[in-house]
């Protein structure tokens, strides 16, 4: 199989749709793999690592595309991308498509595109495993970031996340235990914060609180989320619903009852965010501040350590990748269902995606 690996063009997306040491894996099992010219860079890998790879180096975006049959990206394509494949062409990546806007999903619907989105691939317990080293990554950052922009010179109430000797450590609440929230949990506790973990499903609070016993943990109720973001210094968003918009749990008035100049962090930003006050930010531009409250929704956190991210991503994406290369889509939907559940296009066919409000959750 012809398989393509183009440049990022979205802007501050600085992962690659295959390391190095993917495009190995694939090269020897016969693929023909092109790669365009500094697609890796942003990752610190370089053309000559690819070509020591197996790969072919080409310098256009439309050669890369027009050569694949299969396209391996990390981000969702942009208009122009989807115009440039060859109709039946597979396209791998994160495309969250429920956040789309309508005009480019009818182009991957008229192109025939089979578009794999690797945040959809579940196993049959219910982990998405390509996801999953992406969410950590977030939750991880989250820390980071929060210590950052409650910073005074940035605007925010200046609070040192550990508190020192006599000054209490600042009050975090995170909304959701699954891989995000947990390792969003780990960050914070790294730093000496308090923190508070709510969640709908009481087995991953249950579980979240046998790993980090100095965790409080509280059903995530409306009074509970009213209660918690009102004491809360940070407040991180942290849910998500496979294929769907991730919900509303954050109403206006919930955030307008939040300190002067704390911060939300809105991890499900990539799906539309999970508050009412919630849009789209940019590394350039990471915060904005509404009901006095800083937010700060970048979508694709994981970029700010794209070399790190890239090798989490391919280490977790490979054995999926080899799966669609080596089997025909009509195969894959028959007896891999971890797959099935991830396409959300073929055959001019949409699959598997819900979408919401169409038109708001893109900004290119």
Not at 162 to 185: H, L, Q, R
Not at 283 to 292: A, F, K, L, M, N
Request: hydrophobic share 45%.
């Amino acid at each position: 199989m012809n398989i393509g690996i183009p440049l990022e063009r979205r802007p501050f997306e600085y992962r690659v749709g295959l390391s190095p040491a993917g495009v190995e894996i694939l090269a020897q099992k016969g693929h023909t793999i092109y790669v365009e010219h500094d697609a890796g860079k942003g990752s610190g890998f370089t053309d000559v690592q690819y070509e020591h790879a197996g790969a072919h180096v080409v310098y256009s975006s439309h050669e890369v595309f027009g050569r694949a049959e299969l396209i391996l990206k990390l981000a969702r394509p942009l208009g122009e991308e989807i115009e440039w494949m060859n109709p039946g062409t597979i396209l791998m990546g994160f495309l969250q498509l429920a956040s789309a806007r309508e005009d480019r999903l009818q182009a991957l619907l008229e192109h025939k595109i089979t578009a794999i989105a690797y945040e959809q691939i579940t196993l049959p317990d219910g982990t998405m495993p390509v996801l999953k080293p992406l969410s950590q990554i977030g939750g991880l950052l989250s820390g980071q970031i929060a210590a950052r922009f409650l910073q005074t010179n940035l605007g925010g109430k200046g609070i040192l996340l550990g508190g020192v000797a006599g000054v209490p450590p600042a009050e975090v609440v995170i909304i959701g235990a699954g891989s995000a929230g947990s390792n969003a949990a780990r960050s914070f506790l790294g730093l000496g914060a308090h923190v508070t973990v709510l969640d709908i499903n009481m087995k991953a609070l249950e579980t979240l609180a046998e790993k980090f016993p100095m965790v409080t943990t509280i059903p995530a109720t409306a009074r509970n989320l009213t209660r918690s973001c009102a004491f809360a210094d940070v407040v991180v968003g942290a849910v998500m619903s496979p294929g769907t918009r991730a919900p509303i749990i954050l109403t206006r008035e919930m955030i307008a009852k939040m300190k002067p100049r704390s911060l939300l962090l809105d991890l499900s930003i990539d799906l539309g965010g999970c508050s009412e006050t919630s849009r789209p930010t940019s590394h350039d531009q990471p915060t904005y501040i509404e009901e006095g409250v800083i937010h700060f929704c970048v979508p694709n956190i994981p970029a700010m350590v794209a070399r790190s991210a890239t090798h989490a991503f391919v280490n977790a994406a490979v054995p999926y990748i080899v799966d669609v290369v080596e089997h025909p889509i009509d195969e894959l939907i028959e007896k891999h269902p971890e797959i099935d559940v991830a396409i959300n296009t073929h055959n001019g066919q949409l699959r598997n995606v819900h979408q919401w409000h169409v038109g708001t959750g893109e900004t290119l």
